[in-house]
């Protein structure tokens, strides 16, 4: 395949280009200068287009034939003939990339997946937030302190000074080299199929390492920075650069649906991202609240069904029950995420339509930042090893529970 290479001017402005398949980059310069949501101000424009333009050399973190891969699994996901687990940080950090983290939460994986293929006897294809997973949406632009917020290790850093909180383009280096690093990790200790995937949030980034693929139905762009890509809750306007960027990617695609999501919507992003009907190409994550999921989903799964695309649906019930304990951190219940995952069964039994998969944040680490489980973490207990760098995740055991709740449902 042909690399395209595609350099901005600046970040979100005209591009320069070296080598270019004119239509794909015509139509990627148009999807680009779309408005889009949960960018970084850099405050050195012409800097943070010199760093992208390095971007533009980087070498590859996966190969497209991985990538086509993990389609071909995809397809029998949607087919109903396999499950996906997907799982892992929800922000990578730089300081996280070591092997023992990664190594931690690749067992993890495993061990789920383990779980859930002895219950279900379904192949269980397995999908890592890792090796890019660093940019992060944010619902406020400050922080209670009036500072920008932390926006994730690839454009800033966590520390509350306005120093460590203005975006430094330098750290999109630093992020693709950690995904280097993360990758030859992943392929050193599994077998061939875990993939990797993360949010496709930061444009400056995501642009940077792109091939001409004319494999398939229309020429597309793959990705050369992770094999799924998702398109974040707060980034899904249909008018964005998100959505249009995501329409050029030959890689399969994943899209975030909260409870505003109406289902003439839902088919509207089904027809313009799926436009071939690919089984598995897109993948509909729903994330709408344990109290919401029942009555908010059927609607959304039928209008689609009857749209006759097979995508995955696959529900995340982290991100619809984040709350505020009352000792002031960011937590979720495992209760309450279990109950997202058997409302979402439900909705599938009694359409039926196939659950398909599930999306969670968790982490081979011990930590202390969602309540419940056996033995259980208490309020007061969330102090002890709160490490996250964005949103709480399942520790090892929460996770273990997790799965074996999902065997249950996918056998009952
Ligand atoms: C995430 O997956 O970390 C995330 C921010 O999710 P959502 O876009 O669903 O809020
Ligand atoms: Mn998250």
């Given at each position: 395949?042909?690399?395209?290479?595609?350099?901005?001017?600046?970040?979100?402005?005209?591009?320069?280009?070296?080598?270019?398949?004119?239509?794909?980059?015509?139509?990627?310069?148009?999807?680009?200068?779309?408005?889009?949501?949960?960018?970084?101000?850099?405050?050195?424009?012409?800097?943070?287009?010199?760093?992208?333009?390095?971007?533009?050399?980087?070498?590859?973190?996966?190969?497209?034939?991985?990538?086509?891969?993990?389609?071909?699994?995809?397809?029998?996901?949607?087919?109903?003939?396999?499950?996906?687990?997907?799982?892992?940080?929800?922000?990578?950090?730089?300081?996280?990339?070591?092997?023992?983290?990664?190594?931690?939460?690749?067992?993890?994986?495993?061990?789920?997946?383990?779980?859930?293929?002895?219950?279900?006897?379904?192949?269980?294809?397995?999908?890592?937030?890792?090796?890019?997973?660093?940019?992060?949406?944010?619902?406020?632009?400050?922080?209670?302190?009036?500072?920008?917020?932390?926006?994730?290790?690839?454009?800033?850093?966590?520390?509350?000074?306005?120093?460590?909180?203005?975006?430094?383009?330098?750290?999109?280096?630093?992020?693709?080299?950690?995904?280097?690093?993360?990758?030859?990790?992943?392929?050193?200790?599994?077998?061939?199929?875990?993939?990797?995937?993360?949010?496709?949030?930061?444009?400056?980034?995501?642009?940077?390492?792109?091939?001409?693929?004319?494999?398939?139905?229309?020429?597309?762009?793959?990705?050369?920075?992770?094999?799924?890509?998702?398109?974040?809750?707060?980034?899904?306007?249909?008018?964005?650069?998100?959505?249009?960027?995501?329409?050029?990617?030959?890689?399969?695609?994943?899209?975030?649906?909260?409870?505003?999501?109406?289902?003439?919507?839902?088919?509207?992003?089904?027809?313009?991202?799926?436009?071939?009907?690919?089984?598995?190409?897109?993948?509909?994550?729903?994330?709408?609240?344990?109290?919401?999921?029942?009555?908010?989903l059927p609607p959304i799964v039928e209008k689609v069904a009857a749209s006759g695309h097979e995508v995955i649906w696959q529900c995340d019930p982290m991100h619809g029950n984040t709350r505020r304990s009352g000792n002031g951190f960011k937590t979720r219940h495992l209760d309450h995420v279990l109950d997202e995952l058997a409302g979402f069964f439900e909705v599938h039994r009694v359409l039926g339509t196939h659950p398909g998969g599930v999306h969670v944040e968790v982490t081979g680490e011990d930590v202390t930042e969602c309540l419940g489980g056996s033995p259980g973490v208490a309020e007061a207990d969330l102090p002890a090893r709160y490490l996250?760098?964005?949103?709480?995740?399942?520790?090892?055991?929460?996770?273990?529970?997790?799965?074996?709740?999902?065997?249950?449902?996918?056998?009952?």
């Amino acid at each position: 395949m042909r690399r395209l290479l595609h350099g901005p001017a600046e970040p979100g402005g005209p591009i320069h280009r070296r080598a270019v398949d004119r239509a794909l980059g015509r139509r990627l310069d148009e999807a680009l200068a779309r408005p889009a949501a949960q960018q970084p101000d850099w405050p050195d424009p012409a800097r943070a287009a010199r760093v992208a333009g390095q971007l533009h050399d980087a070498e590859p973190v996966v190969a497209p034939a991985e990538t086509a891969r993990l389609a071909a699994r995809l397809a029998s996901v949607a087919r109903g003939e396999a499950f996906l687990l997907q799982g892992g940080d929800c922000a990578e950090t730089f300081d996280g990339n070591t092997e023992s983290h990664l190594r931690g939460n690749l067992r993890l994986l495993e061990e789920m997946a383990d779980v859930l293929a002895a219950a279900a006897g379904l192949p269980v294809v397995k999908l890592a937030r890792m090796a890019g997973q660093y940019a992060k949406p944010r619902s406020n632009t400050v922080d209670a302190l009036g500072l920008p917020v932390y926006r994730g290790d690839i454009i800033n850093a966590p520390e509350p000074t306005a120093e460590a909180r203005t975006p430094d383009p330098r750290r999109m280096l630093r992020a693709h080299a950690n995904a280097l690093e993360a990758m030859d990790l992943v392929r050193k200790f599994c077998a061939d199929d875990v993939h990797v995937s993360h949010e496709m949030l930061l444009l400056d980034y995501e642009r940077a390492v792109l091939w001409a693929d004319a494999s398939g139905p229309e020429p597309r762009l793959s990705s050369g920075l992770a094999h799924f890509l998702w398109i974040g809750e707060r980034t899904r306007q249909l008018d964005g650069a998100h959505i249009a960027f995501a329409e050029l990617l030959s890689n399969p695609i994943g899209l975030k649906l909260g409870p505003s999501v109406t289902p003439e919507q839902a088919v509207e992003y089904v027809e313009r991202l799926d436009p071939h009907r690919t089984p598995g190409r897109l993948t509909l994550v729903s994330r709408m609240g344990h109290d919401l999921v029942r009555d908010v989903l059927p609607p959304i799964v039928e209008k689609v069904a009857a749209s006759g695309h097979e995508v995955i649906w696959q529900c995340d019930p982290m991100h619809g029950n984040t709350r505020r304990s009352g000792n002031g951190f960011k937590t979720r219940h495992l209760d309450h995420v279990l109950d997202e995952l058997a409302g979402f069964f439900e909705v599938h039994r009694v359409l039926g339509t196939h659950p398909g998969g599930v999306h969670v944040e968790v982490t081979g680490e011990d930590v202390t930042e969602c309540l419940g489980g056996s033995p259980g973490v208490a309020e007061a207990d969330l102090p002890a090893r709160y490490l996250t760098a964005c949103d709480p995740r399942l520790n090892a055991g929460q996770s273990v529970q997790l799965a074996r709740s999902v065997a249950e449902l996918l056998c009952g």
